[in-house]
């Protein structure tokens, strides 16, 4: 009985949710790495186009923060900078993957953008703690992960639009409080329950 035991806490263990993919060689890992950090990019660019514009504000509701911290969370924080600096990059060159299809850095949102490159990193290195193992440390998880983006956007928001931070904090955060919860809340569902299920796998 402790010999079975052994293994799924050793795989549990600094461990994050991409890290339990099979890859049976050095050269097959670095393979799976880099799907997973272009999966990561192509997933944050798909649900940034889920927009809904918010009135009086320049920064839209949409998936692509939400997407970002999973994908922080879930690739651990070399992969989720890597796949957060592709998403970056690639849109900054032209790809229309940003907010409402956008490219380039010249709106005033892109400051949310730099947030989630930071904030992907942050998440990813505290899920390798253990911090999505959990409801409550999930929600903790998403709620940093969320305080992040915003002390980058919200400043960058002030400055690109020459508004008071005032001004940029009542539309460029207080609107999305609600959603962010709501993420949150999908997201304390679904990753507890992603490392339960291959716990009893292991």
Request: hydrophobic share 55%; no cysteine; net charge positive.
């Amino acid at each position: 009985m402790a010999t079975a035991t052994v293994p799924v806490t050793r795989a549990r263990t600094g461990t994050v949710l991409a890290d339990l993919l099979p890859a049976s060689s050095a050269g097959r890992a670095r393979v799976r790495d880099a799907a997973l950090v272009l999966g990561g990019a192509a997933l944050t660019g798909l649900t940034a186009q889920i927009a809904v514009p918010v009135p009086g504000s320049p920064v839209p509701v949409s998936g692509q923060t939400f997407a970002a911290l999973l994908v922080g969370t879930a690739l651990g924080a070399r992969r989720g900078f890597l796949s957060l600096a592709l998403y970056a990059v690639a849109g900054v060159a032209g790809m229309p993957w940003f907010a409402e299809a956008r490219s380039g850095a010249a709106f005033p949102s892109f400051g949310y953008v730099l947030g989630m490159l930071l904030a992907a990193t942050v998440v990813g290195a505290l899920a390798r703690r253990g911090a999505d193992r959990s409801v409550l440390r999930t929600a903790g998880t998403m709620a940093l992960g969320s305080a992040i983006i915003y002390a980058v956007g919200v400043p960058y928001l002030a400055l690109a639009t020459h508004m008071p931070l005032g001004q940029a904090v009542a539309v460029g955060l207080t609107p999305f409080l609600i959603g962010d919860a709501l993420k949150a809340a999908l997201a304390m569902g679904a990753l507890p329950t992603a490392w339960k299920l291959l716990g009893r796998r292991g």
